[in-house]
């Protein structure tokens, strides 16, 4: 038995899914003439409160647009130094839209109103133009971590105040959801775009989206053709979103559970300095100084438990739809040994 914690992208589609998708009615996408897309757009947009949202073969592509359609060269994206749009998509942000990113020395991924304030450029034209704030929720690097909506409200204030346009990279936003018992809806308000993904805590194997008002959407599409993201028959994709959406939120609970207990036994060895807070579905914890990592790693390999190293001593395990009970029984007492 292989127990593989390295991400919820992992996952594979549930038998369920894949009749459901083999069923889907399809057309050219690129005609826009794919109903299933269509109706998952529909649905996407309207779970949001936004009037525009468009299907995108990954998040990194989506949040790429996103910073595409906000700013133009030369300008410069507040955001936290863990964010994923800066440390994993690969410089996209100076080679796609030519911009800058501002980083916050943040908590956890997680940043203030009064630090936003702080890091907007002033108007002098040797500076770069401040033109967008970027949020991550959940935060990756960050253990999983929520943001507090009411500090997310504040954010956007000092964004209303300074013109500026504020973006989320939401790819595991269901989590979040389902922990603070929050509504898609709420971050519509806030938010100028959003994008979300399908391919990692709801079991689909491809997709993202990336919504928003028709103001700011215009060109998403061209932008998307300009970035080689246009599908044809996309519709076999769209409709495990559709499934995912109908099926696989509420059950997020189960993986949130799951990477509370790994935590709790995580903190009981004496090998670990340290774990971050669990809230939803990744435990991130660091390795003591006197613990070799790659030992330490190669343990867990030998015993078909797969986990990814972030840097630093830090290790992280993402649980997720395919995690099953006995797999984690398997790992619980795995733990325990070590």
């Not at 690969?90 to 080679?95: K, L, R």
């Not at 959406?245 to 509370?260: G, P, V």
């Not at 935590?263 to 435990?283: G, H, M, W």
Request: proline fraction near 1%; include cysteine.
């Amino acid at each position: 038995m292989i127990i593989d914690l390295r991400s919820d992208t992992v996952t594979k589609p549930s038998k369920d899914m894949l009749e459901v998708m083999m069923a889907a009615e399809v057309g050219d996408d690129v005609f826009r003439e794919d109903t299933t897309v269509n109706t998952l757009e529909k649905q996407i947009a309207k779970m949001f409160g936004k009037q525009q949202a468009l299907f995108f073969p990954s998040g990194t592509m989506a949040n790429q647009t996103a910073l595409k359609l906000h700013t133009s060269p030369g300008d410069q994206v507040i955001c936290d130094k863990y964010a994923h749009i800066y440390n994993y998509e690969s410089g996209g942000a100076s080679f796609n839209s030519g911009v800058s990113c501002k980083l916050i020395d943040g908590n956890r991924g997680m940043f203030t109103a009064k630090q936003v304030e702080q890091a907007i450029n002033p108007e002098a034209y040797y500076y770069s133009k401040t033109s967008l704030v970027e949020i991550e929720n959940t935060t990756n690097k960050g253990g999983g971590a929520c943001w507090s909506f009411d500090e997310i409200k504040k954010i956007k204030t000092v964004c209303k105040n300074n013109s500026l346009g504020l973006h989320l990279d939401g790819a595991r936003l269901w989590n979040a959801l389902v922990v603070k018992n929050e509504t898609a809806e709420q971050y519509g308000k806030v938010f100028d775009t959003i994008s979300v993904c399908l391919s990692k805590g709801l079991g689909c194997p491809v997709g993202s989206l990336l919504v928003g008002d028709t103001d700011i959407m215009t060109d998403a599409l061209r932008v998307r053709k300009i970035f080689g993201g246009n599908m044809r028959q996309a519709g076999y994709l769209a409709a495990a979103g559709l499934f995912a959406l109908d099926n696989n939120i509420d059950r997020l609970k189960e993986d949130h559970f799951r990477a509370k207990e790994i935590e709790n036994a995580l903190k009981r060895l004496s090998k670990i300095k340290s774990v971050e807070t669990v809230e939803t579905n990744i435990v991130v914890f660091e390795l003591n100084d006197d613990v070799d990592e790659s030992l330490f790693l190669q343990k867990l390999i030998d015993n078909n438990i797969y986990i990814i190293s972030m840097g630093g001593r830090k290790l992280r395990m993402v649980t997720h739809l395919d995690y099953t009970n006995i797999m984690h029984e398997k790992l619980m007492s795995f733990i325990n040994l070590l």
